[in-house]
C-alpha cells in the first residue's frame, strides 16, 4: 500500500512539463499521488512522466481547448485513483504597456490563463463530486493582489482567477471540493527567466524581506499543502508564496 499525504489520489496538474509545474508534479509522486502531467510541451512532458515511472503519465493538454480536457479527464486510466486534485498551473506571461498591447493579444492571455482554468474547474466537478471530494489549486500571482506596470493583460487575467477561486469555492464547498488560490512572487523559473532578460542587476531582489527570488520546489511545497488534506478546512483562500513582496512597502 502506498504511504504519503496524497496517496490515493489521481491530479492533474496543467503546464507541468517545466517550471513550477513540474516541480509540483515531482513532489506529488513522492507524496504518493498518481499524476497526470499536461502541457502544450511534449518532449519535456513525455521525458519527465517517463522519469517518474508508472504513478506519472504525460498527455497533451492545451487548456484553451474543451476537448483536450475531456479526453484527459476521461482518459483516467480506471485501475488509477480517483480524480480528486487538480492544479491549475499553465500560464503564459508577456509583459507590455496598455498602448502598445492589442485586443487580440490582451484577449489571448485571459484566454490560456483564466478561461483555461475555468474550462477545467468545470470538467473535474462530476469527478470529484463521485470521489467525493477534492482540491483545485489556482496558480495565481502576486499581480493577482497588486497592479503590474507593463501587466494590464495578465493581472488582469490573474485577478480574474482569483475571483473565480472564490466563486468556485462558494459554489463548489457542498461537494466537499476546495478552491484555493497560490500567489507566486518572483519564482526562478524559465517565465522568471524570460521576462527578466539580461537586464537584471545582482541586487535586483534586495527590496524583497526575503532578499532573494523564490524556487519551484517553495511552491510546490505549498500546492501539496493545499491538496492534501492537511489543509481539509481551507477554501476560498488566498496565499502569498512571496518572500513577503505583499506584506507592505515603505523604504527600509
Ligand atoms: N515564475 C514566476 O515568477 C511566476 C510568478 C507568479 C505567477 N506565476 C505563475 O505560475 C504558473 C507557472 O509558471 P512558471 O513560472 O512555472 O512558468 P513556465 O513558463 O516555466 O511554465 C508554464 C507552463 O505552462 C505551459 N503552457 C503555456 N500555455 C499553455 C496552454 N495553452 N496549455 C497548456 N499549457 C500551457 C507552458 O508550456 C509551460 O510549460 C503560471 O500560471 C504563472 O503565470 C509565475
Known amino acids: ?44 512532458g513525455r521525458a519527465l512522466a517517463e522519469e517518474l515511472g508508472e504513478r506519472a503519465r504525460f498527455v497533451r493538454l492545451d487548456v484553451t481547448e474543451e476537448r483536450d480536457w475531456t479526453a484527459a479527464v476521461e482518459g483516467v486510466d480506471p485501475d488509477w485513483p ?13 509583459k507590455r504597456s496598455l498602448e ?53 493583460a495578465y493581472s488582469t487575467s490573474k ?22 488560490a497560490i500567489h507566486p512572487g518572483y519564482i526562478d523559473t524559465p517565465m522568471l527567466r524570460d521576462a527578466a532578460g539580461a537586464g537584471r542587476s545582482d541586487d535586483f531582489y534586495d527590496y524583497l524581506p526575503l532578499r532573494r527570488s523564490g524556487t519551484p520546489q517553495e511552491v510546490a511545497e505549498l500546492a501539496e499543502f493545499l491538496a492534501c488534506d492537511g489543509s481539509s478546512y481551507l477554501t476560498g483562500g488566498d496565499f502569498t508564496v512571496d518572500g513577503g513582496m505583499t506584506a507592505g512597502s515603505g523604504p527600509r
Open 1 to 44: 500500500m502506498m504511504q504519503g499525504r496524497l496517496a490515493g489520489r489521481t491530479a492533474l496538474i496543467t503546464g507541468a512539463a517545466q517550471g513550477q509545474g513540474e516541480a509540483e508534479a515531482r513532489r506529488f509522486v513522492a507524496a504518493g499521488a498518481h499524476v497526470l502531467i499536461t502541457d502544450v510541451l511534449e518532449k519535456p
Open 82 to 94: 480517483p480524480l480528486r486534485v487538480l492544479v491549475n498551473n499553465a500560464g503564459v506571461h508577456w
Open 100 to 152: 502598445r498591447e492589442s485586443a487580440a493579444d490582451f484577449a489571448r492571455m485571459l484566454q490560456i490563463n483564466l478561461v483555461g482554468a475555468f474550462l477545467g474547474i468545470r470538467c473535474v466537478v462530476e469527478p470529484m463530486r463521485r470521489a467525493g471530494g477534492g482540491s483545485i489549486v489556482n496558480v495565481c500571482s502576486v499581480l493577482s493582489l497588486l497592479g503590474g506596470r507593463e501587466n494590464g
Open 159 to 180: 485577478w480574474g482567477l482569483r475571483g473565480l477561486t472564490k466563486s468556485a469555492a462558494l459554489e463548489l464547498g457542498e461537494h466537499g471540493i476546495r478552491v484555493n
